[in-house]
């Protein structure tokens, strides 16, 4: 028997612990998606509480609390601090086989240094002892990004953000390098109405161009892509439940838009033309700019109404989908590859069973001039767990190229949750050490070794380029 989380945590081979001793554990993170806020590391922020810095818009634990009958008060309502934590506390023990009883003591040992269990008899310690630890500069904002070997981030953003703490950042020359991600749902989302209106006036306030039609919102978007560039951009995020494709003409953009800025509903038909209108549009532009283009697919949100119109979006409310993809993301990715317009591509996929579809699809659109230019992305959200990885990399592995994977990122709005990389990169040596155990893959130590420093982290580095 094992002890639980030791220094060869998920390694089950002699192989797979020098796979990763000898070429991932050291290597620098390189963590090209996630939700932190710039302002927050360009301030190096010094939370007040563990519970500020690990509970507070993490709703996986908030999930896992609410399904064990925790009260909304001790999650994202009045108790304080100290009585959230505790409620979390007397949760982890009861999250055994899910990914965040591995992630929460990960995060314990390696940002905190505690190896005991987190559990009621253990919280008040451990509350205390993390607390006192915030309190040092090494665990401000900045500290916890560099103790895990940061070297560079995307945050994700607005097209009507000012990023001006990106501008704060580089100017300060801190580590780690901090990138915006350019992320523009909200400018082609018809669906929402009056928000969309709103979101148009903000639009044109920021870009300087009075958005009275289509043309006017290209040119907005236009503007901001430039804008972004100029601040080190070089990656665009989009988060749908699939993909769109029509043939041009099919309906009247013109009318789609001004419908719906001037108050009157369309068909939704007609709204998800708009979108792959507007994502074409998007797509020949970032190719334009250098850019790589990522599409997040597959989760449908907002799931229970009653506790969204009490809480709010993103707070736990929210699954895995089961939308058609295959057509359409053919199509797309057709007519941007058509006219030699198809920039570098990651696609994510939340649904297991479409695993296959978007593997072999990514390979339709690989034409040689860039290693690895359309991606099978990792694991996201739901899958972004043990079970989860190993299926996307074994499905990556058989349909594709899995040495040419930029593999894991965080996809996280908390400074603690880089140990998501560690977490991934364990799992990677040991899928390919079993199958040198399994005689499936000669025990090369050498060359094995390479393919693992190349997905932990130098496949991203050439793959983004964020010093061009």
Same mark, same amino acid.
């Given at each position: 028997?094992?002890?639980?989380?030791?220094?060869?945590?998920?390694?089950?081979?002699?192989?797979?612990?020098?796979?990763?001793?000898?070429?991932?554990?050291?290597?620098?993170?390189?963590?090209?998606?996630?939700?932190?806020?710039?302002?927050?590391?360009?301030?190096?922020?010094?939370?007040?509480?563990?519970?500020?810095?690990?509970?507070?818009?993490?709703?996986?634990?908030?999930?896992?609390?609410?399904?064990?009958?925790?009260?909304?008060?001790?999650?994202?309502?009045?108790?304080?601090?100290?009585?959230?934590?505790?409620?979390?506390?007397?949760?982890?023990?009861?999250?055994?086989?899910?990914?965040?009883?591995?992630?929460?003591?990960?995060?314990?040992?390696?940002?905190?240094?505690?190896?005991?269990?987190?559990?009621?008899?253990?919280?008040?310690?451990?509350?205390?002892?993390?607390?006192?630890?915030?309190?040092?500069?090494?665990?401000?904002?900045?500290?916890?990004?560099?103790?895990?070997?940061?070297?560079?981030?995307?945050?994700?953003?607005?097209?009507?953000?000012?990023?001006?703490?990106?501008?704060?950042?580089?100017?300060?020359?801190?580590?780690?390098?901090?990138?915006?991600?350019?992320?523009?749902?909200?400018?082609?989302?018809?669906?929402?109405?009056?928000?969309?209106?709103?979101?148009?006036?903000?639009?044109?306030?920021?870009?300087?161009?009075?958005?009275?039609?289509?043309?006017?919102?290209?040119?907005?978007?236009?503007?901001?892509?430039?804008?972004?560039?100029?601040?080190?951009?070089?990656?665009?995020?989009?988060?749908?439940?699939?993909?769109?494709?029509?043939?041009?003409?099919?309906?009247?953009?013109?009318?789609?838009?001004?419908?719906?800025?001037?108050?009157?509903?369309?068909?939704?038909?007609?709204?998800?033309?708009?979108?792959?209108?507007?994502?074409?549009?998007?797509? !020949?532009?970032?190719?334009?700019?250098?850019? *790589? /283009?990522?599409?997040?697919? %597959?989760?449908?949100?907002?799931?229970? +109404?009653? &506790?969204?119109?009490?809480?709010?979006?993103?707070?736990?409310?929210?699954?895995?989908?089961?939308?058609?993809?295959?057509?359409?993301?053919?199509?797309?990715?057709?007519?941007?590859?058509?006219?030699?317009?198809?920039?570098?591509?990651?696609?994510?996929?939340?649904?297991?069973?479409?695993?296959?579809?978007?593997?072999?699809?990514?390979?339709?659109?690989?034409?040689?001039?860039?290693?690895?230019?359309?991606?099978?992305?990792?694991?996201?959200?739901?899958?972004?767990?043990?079970?989860?990885?190993?299926?996307?990399?074994?499905?990556?592995?058989?349909?594709?190229?899995?040495?040419?994977?930029?593999?894991?990122?965080?996809?996280?709005?908390?400074?603690?949750?880089?140990?998501?990389?560690?977490?991934? !990169?364990?799992?990677?040596?040991?899928?390919? *050490? /079993?199958?040198?155990?399994? %005689?499936?893959?000669?025990?090369?130590? +050498?060359? &094995?070794?390479?393919?693992?420093?190349?997905?932990?982290?130098?496949?991203?580095?050439?793959?983004?380029?964020?010093?061009?």
């Amino acid at each position: 028997m094992k002890n639980f989380l030791e220094d060869d945590f998920l390694l089950q081979s002699d192989f797979a612990k020098r796979l990763y001793h000898g070429y991932a554990k050291d290597l620098p993170i390189i963590d090209y998606h996630n939700h932190l806020s710039p302002k927050e590391i360009a301030e190096n922020y010094q939370f007040n509480t563990i519970s500020e810095a690990w509970l507070a818009g993490d709703h996986y634990k908030w999930r896992a609390m609410r399904t064990l009958g925790i009260h909304e008060d001790y999650i994202t309502g009045k108790a304080s601090d100290k009585e959230k934590f505790l409620k979390w506390a007397g949760t982890v023990p009861f999250t055994v086989r899910n990914p965040l009883y591995h992630w929460t003591h990960l995060e314990l040992q390696r940002y905190f240094g505690i190896h005991e269990l987190l559990g009621p008899d253990t919280a008040e310690e451990i509350y205390e002892n993390t607390n006192a630890q915030l309190a040092q500069k090494s665990h401000y904002a900045q500290g916890l990004l560099q103790q895990q070997q940061v070297e560079s981030l995307c945050t994700t953003d607005e097209p009507i953000a000012s990023l001006e703490y990106h501008r704060i950042i580089k100017k300060q020359g801190v580590s780690p390098k901090v990138f915006p991600t350019f992320r523009p749902d909200k400018a082609f989302a018809l669906e929402g109405g009056d928000d969309y209106v709103l979101y148009l006036e903000q639009l044109s306030e920021v870009s300087g161009i009075a958005i009275k039609n289509y043309e006017d919102l290209l040119e907005a978007l236009d503007n901001r892509i430039q804008f972004f560039h100029d601040q080190g951009c070089r990656l665009a995020d989009h988060g749908l439940e699939q993909l769109y494709f029509f043939e041009e003409g099919t309906y009247n953009i013109q009318e789609c838009f001004l419908k719906v800025k001037n108050g009157r509903p369309i068909p939704q038909d007609q709204v998800n033309y708009f979108k792959s209108q507007v994502l074409l549009f998007l797509g !020949r532009k970032y190719h334009a700019m250098g850019w *790589a /283009q990522q599409f997040h697919l %597959g989760a449908i949100r907002d799931n229970n +109404k009653r &506790l969204l119109s009490q809480l709010g979006p993103d707070t736990g409310f929210d699954s895995i989908g089961d939308f058609s993809q295959a057509r359409a993301l053919s199509g797309f990715l057709n007519a941007l590859d058509s006219t030699d317009q198809l920039a570098k591509t990651i696609i994510y996929n939340l649904n297991p069973a479409d695993n296959a579809v978007i593997a072999t699809m990514v390979g339709n659109f690989n034409d040689g001039s860039v290693k690895g230019k359309v991606q099978f992305g990792s694991g996201w959200w739901f899958l972004d767990q043990k079970q989860g990885m190993e299926e996307q990399m074994n499905t990556l592995s058989n349909m594709g190229l899995l040495s040419c994977f930029v593999g894991m990122l965080t996809d996280s709005r908390s400074f603690l949750s880089f140990t998501r990389h560690e977490y991934f !990169r364990r799992i990677l040596c040991n899928l390919l *050490a /079993q199958d040198v155990v399994n %005689g499936e893959l000669p025990a090369d130590e +050498k060359w &094995l070794g390479k393919i693992v420093s190349d997905i932990s982290y130098y496949n991203a580095k050439s793959y983004f380029d964020f010093n061009k």
